[in-house]
């Protein structure tokens, strides 16, 4: 887990990571190398207050410029909401941009997703057009981009926020082990933490990953 100031989503992430059997570590940006580990996730929060744009001056960093290394060498890279905003900042994920949401509001709720690639080592486990539970929340979420990307992980089944093709997750354009999601999987990894009449669609994100990293990815 890489940490900058203003993430709030490391503890959440490092907790279900272990929870799912792997080693997991919160690493300070300043002291983050890419060498140590093999795959990396940049979690949601507000880094830098979300100063210029979400995820920009987080991109801008030495240790953006490790991510991209890892993404380069085909580690599992996965950024989720601010993670997300910060590999589009960065260019990982094409040319595309994340915008305000469609009515300029904070949106934080449960929604409905259908994973729509599960050729990535973070969604391994899921079966194609399966439909999975996960919570959002996020201003700047709407995706955005001139052409449809190739590769969408996972999409609305509902939009929420005005997402292009529906868009809630992409793969990035170049490297097929860097996905980058809006959704909160951490936060919908264990059946008590999912409300009633939802369950724990991101469990699988970390089956995948394990699967992922056991398999040699």
């Known amino acids: 887990m890489l940490k900058f100031p203003g993430t709030n989503g490391d503890e959440d992430v490092a907790h279900v990571v272990r929870l799912f059997g792997m080693e997991s570590q919160i690493v300070w940006y300043k002291e983050f190398k890419q060498k140590d580990w093999d795959a990396i996730v940049l979690a949601g929060g507000f880094s830098y207050a979300d100063r210029l744009r979400a995820g920009a001056i987080a991109a801008a960093t030495k240790a953006m410029d490790e991510v991209l290394e890892a993404a380069e060498e085909g580690k599992p890279v996965l950024g989720i909401c601010n993670g ?10 094409g040319e595309a941009a994340l915008l305000h949401n469609e009515n300029n509001r904070f949106i934080c709720k449960w929604v409905k997703l259908k994973v729509t690639d599960v050729k990535t080592p973070w969604t391994l486990a899921y079966e194609e057009g399966e ?29 929420p926020n005005g997402s292009l093709w529906d868009v809630a997750g992409v793969v990035s354009p170049k490297y097929e082990n860097v996905v980058g999601m809006m959704p909160h999987p951490e936060r919908a990894s264990e059946e008590v933490l999912a409300p009633p009449g939802r369950g724990p669609g991101g469990k699988k994100v970390w089956e995948s990953l394990r699967t992922a990293l056991k398999s040699g990815w």
């Open 131 to 159: 439909e999975v539970d996960m919570p959002i929340a996020h201003a700047e979420g709407r995706f955005y981009a001139s052409e449809k990307p190739n590769r969408i992980a996972f999409q609305y089944v509902e939009n």
């Open 84 to 93: 997300f905003q910060m590999l589009v900042e960065k260019g990982l994920m």
